[in-house]
């Protein structure tokens, strides 16, 4: 009889599940074209630059060589670089030199000038062909004109109309830049040429370099440190207070919790200029802090000045901790309301409706805080920036974000070096994976995502 029973409940769920076959094929085709938009968005937003900061960091990119392809001038640095590779001096000046030529293409140009007929006239019947190794001899020339130009302003507008020089000339090709030595009646061989080519080349180059230095660096150990102390103390004040904050209000009355929490957004909502003014006020030496303590007797300081990282980890806790707020406050209000009065009936008091019943339920949102508070910290350093721009001194509160920044972007020495600023940033892309694998580990991420023991 079981085993006819055992039978019957077989071919049941055997029909059951034919029937709702098509049904699951459905539902297992609609998350694919759902997350079709995202999947775009992401490719172009994260992989994309992500792919294109790995091949830049193997390049010598700069804002002195640009990013474009092959770029060849001749600039005071390469011809003293000629100088020492033993190029013939005579080339070497004849390089630098300037020539004023009134050929058809200088005349062409001083005619759009507008000079005077009889004056143009006199230019292309006297000195046409003629070519002038110097501004003042051409200047000399243009004065022995019956007709010469009367203003200095229109001397000089020749001059710069007629005058042909290579050097601080931007030659795309090795063609046009023969061309350009051509012009002005230099002749070299095949040989010279390819050196030349070789020394007055600006361009980028692919290279490893980027990350050798970056290995040998001495400051690189120190840069890391500051980021490892900055994002671990961050974080535990972001995650910590914005957790204290949640369970605060939510054991207070409605109105007082709304009003606490919207008194905690108000550094996320603040301009970033305006909140950092604020705590820059708060802590100069004639600023709240210094007159506050003064009552006491303790002399005026630039307190951030003296504990930068104090101020730069409280200033940047402070806005991270009211983003985990307004989670963990959504996340604890979600919990069902039976569960904690069948608890409190049990004779649980707060903190072991905290310990057993909340802070478990709240697995997934204290994994998504951390996880993107954590990503967060290691590549924001906008805060950082306007506080202590790295300081006081040197890499004080230098983290990794605001050097990739300062390399790249922004650094006192006026050479933007973009290859090794790509390189810092991908070391960033390779830790914040690595995190985010370590989280995903520690939070049991398949158990947290895994089917329900009990189906329908």
């Known amino acids: 009889m079981n085993i006819r029973i055992s039978q019957s409940e077989s071919l049941i769920q ?11 094929m459905r539902r297992s085709l609609f998350p694919v074209w759902f997350m079709l938009p995202a999947s775009i968005a992401v490719t172009l937003f994260f992989v994309v630059p992500v792919l294109m900061t790995v091949v830049f960091s193997f390049t010598s990119m700069t804002s002195d060589t640009g990013i474009l392809g092959n770029r060849y001038v001749v600039t005071e640095s390469s011809i003293r670089d000629m100088t020492d590779a033993g190029v013939d001096a005579a080339l070497v000046k004849q390089l630098g030199a300037r020539v004023f030529a009134l050929d058809a293409a200088g005349l062409a140009k001083v005619r759009k000038i507008g000079l005077e007929p009889p004056v143009m006239q006199e230019i292309e ?44 000339r931007e030659f795309t090709t090795a063609k046009a830049f023969r061309a350009g030595l051509v012009s002005l ?52 004040f972001n995650v910590g207070f914005a957790l204290l904050l949640a369970l605060a209000t939510f054991y207070m009355p409605p109105g007082q919790s709304r009003f606490f929490r919207a008194i905690w957004l108000i550094p996320r909502i603040s301009p970033s200029v305006i909140y950092v003014m604020l705590w820059k006020w708060f802590t100069f030496d004639s600023g709240f802090m210094s007159h506050f303590l003064g009552m006491f007797g303790v002399q005026p300081e630039n307190w951030l000045n003296e504990f930068p990282w104090t101020f730069v980890i409280i200033a940047n806790g402070f806005v991270g901790a009211s983003m985990g707020m307004i989670i963990f406050a959504s996340a604890v209000l979600a919990i069902p309301a039976d569960v904690l009065r069948a608890a409190e009936v049990d004779g649980a008091y707060a903190w072991q409706q905290v310990r057993r019943i909340i802070l478990p339920l709240m697995a997934w949102p204290i994994l998504f805080i951390t996880s993107y508070q954590t990503l967060s910290l290691l590549t924001s350093f906008e805060y950082i920036l306007l506080l202590t721009d790295g300081g006081p001194g040197f890499y ?48 049991d991420f398949k158990k947290l995502v895994a089917d329900p023991p009990i189906e329908n």
């Open 185 to 236: 009646g230099i002749k070299v061989d095949d040989a010279t040429f390819a050196r030349l080519l070789e020394l007055t080349n600006t361009s980028w180059r692919w290279t490893a370099d980027n990350y050798v230095e970056l290995m040998a660096s001495e400051f690189t150990v120190k840069v890391m440190a500051n980021t490892a102390f900055y994002v671990f103390l961050t974080l535990f």
């Open 396 to 443: 004080t509160t230098e983290t990794w974000a605001l050097n990739a920044y300062h390399t790249a972007l922004s650094n006192y020495f006026g050479n933007l070096r973009y290859g090794m600023g790509a390189t810092l940033a991908v070391v960033l892309v390779v830790v914040g994976i690595a995190l985010s694998l370590f989280y995903l580990r520690l939070f």
């Open 125 to 168: 019947e006297t000195l046409a062909g003629q070519a002038f190794a110097s501004e003042q001899a051409l200047f000399a020339a243009l004065k022995r004109l019956n007709h010469r130009p009367r203003k200095f302003k229109d001397r000089k507008d020749i001059s710069k109309s007629v005058v042909s020089t290579v050097a601080n």
């Open 14 to 24: 055997a029909k059951h599940r034919e029937q709702n076959k098509p049904m699951r």
